[in-house]
């Protein structure tokens, strides 16, 4: 088992790319802390690993609040002794262009797309240490490589993530700590209307276009018709997943401060 006995922390692990990366992990043998503001889908998850015979806890955890994030990482260590892989996959859809992205809308996006990962960085990195190195995965998106329209706060955010992910690569090298980015391109997932629900006040800007269908990232797949080639179709979070998978394990053992684009041929062929 390519994880077994390695103690996971994965954000956003109740929906979507982070749970699929849940699932994964937990099949491949890790122990495996799921956070998430969403504990009605967290816990559904976690009693299924459980009774699966999986090792698995569900902390509810707000990623924009350094006292949450602090919790998470003491109740993960706690259980478990430590801690190996982080995963940082929790983030909102929030639309909005420059111009109508009031600053508080901008400052949310940043808050639990960006600013959630320096935290976690900042509270796990020492435990990482003390183990002897570990791995970072940071779930950023083709949006923070590319531009689409009425996405400023969220482009920039994934940007960010993508150079904080290089700067802690170069940080932590002499701790063995690996630092690792993906970038996916149009997966199928709830994450707009997940965002709608956790997010209220920022369900749509009234100044920008209506929202695009829900998708992992704003970047649009290819195409959605299912008769299309599956390069060309949009991703599934399990893509995502076993990317994550890669970059956790020790096969990936010489690989950081990388960005891995999964997105089929959407982003060489835009």
């Not at 259980?79 to 929030?94: E, K, P, S």
């Not at 531009?147 to 993508?162: E, M, T, V």
């Not at 800007?205 to 929202?211: C, E, H, K, L």
Request: hydrophobic share 45%.
């Amino acid at each position: 088992m390519r994880l077994k006995d390695k103690v996971a922390m994965v954000t956003g692990g109740a929906n979507g790319i982070g749970r699929a990366t849940v699932e994964l992990f937990a099949e491949a043998g890790a122990r495996v802390a799921v956070a998430d503001r969403d504990t009605r889908k967290g816990k559904a998850l976690v009693d299924g690993l459980l009774a699966g015979g999986a090792e698995a806890l569900l902390v509810p955890t707000d990623v924009s609040s350094d006292t949450d994030v602090a919790t998470l990482v003491n109740e993960t260590v706690r259980r478990w002794g430590g801690l190996d892989i982080l995963v940082n996959c929790a983030g909102v859809d929030i639309t909005g262009s420059v111009v109508d992205t009031e600053p508080e809308r901008w400052q949310r996006v940043l808050d639990v797309n960006l600013s959630s990962a320096y935290r976690t960085c900042r509270f796990s990195v020492p435990h990482l240490i003390a183990r002897g190195g570990g791995s970072i995965v940071n779930i950023a998106s083709l949006q923070g490589m590319y531009g689409w329209a009425n996405y400023a706060a969220y482009a920039a955010s994934k940007a960010g993530l993508i150079g904080l992910t290089r700067q802690i690569a170069a940080e932590y090298a002499d701790h063995n700590i690996r630092a690792n980015a993906i970038s996916p391109g149009g997966i199928a997932t709830a994450l707009g209307a997940n965002s709608d629900q956790l997010e209220p006040r920022f369900a749509h800007d009234p100044g920008a276009p209506a929202p695009a269908p829900a998708a992992a990232s704003p970047a649009p797949a290819p195409t959605a018709a299912p008769e299309a080639p599956r390069l060309r179709r949009a991703g599934l979070p399990r893509d995502v997943a076993w990317a994550a998978l890669f970059l956790a394990s020790d096969e990936a053992a010489y690989v950081t401060g990388h960005n891995l684009v999964v997105g089929g041929v959407l982003s060489v062929a835009l």
